[in-house]
Every structure is written in C-alpha cells, then in structure tokens.
C-alpha cells in the first residue's frame, strides 16, 4: 500500500508509524511514502554515495576556514536549516544526551549557539563544559564534528542577539521554564497573555538566565561520503596556534 501527495513549495518525506520508507522521489514538489513492516526492511534501507571524493590537497590548512566554505556550499544549495546542529552534553551520572541546535555565528574562537541556561544543557555545561556538535547536510552528503569546550558569551552579546530575535521569540524565552515538567500546554499560553501585556509597549529585556555558549574546538573532522562505504574523513586536532591534519579510515 502506498500513497502520494503532491506539495509545490517543497519536498518531503514522511514516515508512518510503526512503518518503514520503501520509496522516496528526490522530485521538488512531491511526497512520496509507503506501508511497510518492521524491523526487516530496515535492513534493506541504504543509499549509496557518489560525490567528488575529498583530498587533503583540496583543505585549507585552518578547520575554521574550511567551514567557512563547506558552509557556503551548503547555502548556495539551498539546504532548509543547513545551520542545525546536533548537541551533545553529558550528565553528571555519565549518561550523554543530544539534541538539535542552531547555529547563530562561528568564527575562529569557536562556534555559537543560544539557550535557556537553566535548561537541561545549561546544566550539563555548568557541571561539565565538554560539548561536541554534528552538522549533516544530506544533499552534500557532507558531515562535520566538532569537539570542544563551551563557554558562555557576554551578557552584551547575549543581550544583542536577543534583541535581533522575533517579538515572538523574545517572549517565548521568558514563557518557558525550559526543560521543567508542565501539566499542560495552557500553562505556557497564559504565560505568554500575561507577558504579552506586562512588556506591551516597551523594550523586552534578555532574561538573565538565557544566552549563548561559544564551542571552542579542540577537533574538527570532515566527512564526504564515498562509494562502497570507504568516506573520506579528515580530522583536525589543535596543536597551540595550528592544527594537524590527519586521515581516518571510514
């Protein structure tokens, strides 16, 4: 059994519950899904690549540079969120816990991301500062890792960016008490009724207990996939002002 749906702004894939994708058109505009059970068929899920592989004459000798220009291809493609990002923190019990971020700036001190420090990394970072972070664009069938140390940004950079944000959003970081247990989404909502009329027309200022970590890395590796399964992958490992390069197996 299988369905599709025709959609003009954009391509999609959707999964069924309790369901495996057996077909997906890489056509703009349509959506294509199908029934199918589990866990067998996910056995049979692969893709394979066929990218221009990845030479180490082909990298800049600075990780931060090269970013820079796999960054730029992932804009001039047009990937939606190419500046998602995977989180990685680790509890106190050892226990690691990831989640999905955005990226809002990098530069050669490190690579920014913006939260509630009360949140449930905010509290990780507080007791351990060993963050890692995973950016995949699947179009490029490109990967990045980075590993490093997380700090937090300034009160004015913090403040800056908040005020570049939506009112929406601006509101929105002092609606939720992120991480916390509610009993129902009510609760955010009469928050926000409540904000909305306790800041009407004046400057909503940047909560105390929101703001940005700045990543500073000690590695960064790039993946390009490769036929066969054998990906290029290139680490970078800080060395005082440089860096080594060096090849991994796939």
């Not at 294509?32 to 066929?50: S, T």
């Not at 004459?57 to 730029?72: A, H, M, N």
């Amino acid at each position: 059994m299988s369905w599709s749906l025709q959609d003009e702004r954009s391509t999609h894939l959707l999964v069924v519950p309790g369901s495996a994708i057996s077909a997906f058109s890489r056509t703009p505009g349509r959506l294509i899904f199908a029934v199918v059970n589990l866990p067998f068929d996910l056995i049979a899920l692969r893709e394979e690549y066929f990218t221009k592989g990845l030479r180490r004459i082909d990298l800049d000798p600075d990780p931060i540079k090269e970013f820079g220009i796999w960054f730029t291809a992932a804009v001039e493609v047009g990937i939606s969120e190419m500046n998602a990002m995977a989180l990685a923190t680790v509890a106190e019990n050892g226990q690691p816990t990831t989640r999905m971020v955005l990226l809002k700036g990098y530069d050669h001190d490190g690579f920014v991301f913006y939260t509630n420090y009360l949140s449930e990394k905010g509290r990780h970072l507080e007791k351990n500062p060993r963050a890692a972070l995973v950016i995949h664009w699947k179009e490029l069938e490109r990967q990045i890792r980075i590993d490093g140390i997380a700090e937090k940004l300034s009160r004015e950079e913090s403040a800056r960016y908040f005020h570049s944000r939506p009112l929406g959003s601006q509101l929105g970081a002092w609606v939720s008490h992120q991480s916390d247990v509610i009993d129902a989404r009510r609760i955010l909502e009469a928050r926000l009724s409540e904000l909305e009329e306790r800041f009407a027309g004046q400057e909503i200022p940047c909560p105390p207990y929101w703001g940005g970590y700045r990543v500073k890395p000690e590695r960064i590796e790039f993946w390009q996939g490769r036929p066969n399964r054998l990906h290029d992958r290139f680490r970078y490992t800080r060395q005082g002002e440089s860096w080594r390069i060096e090849r991994l197996a796939p």
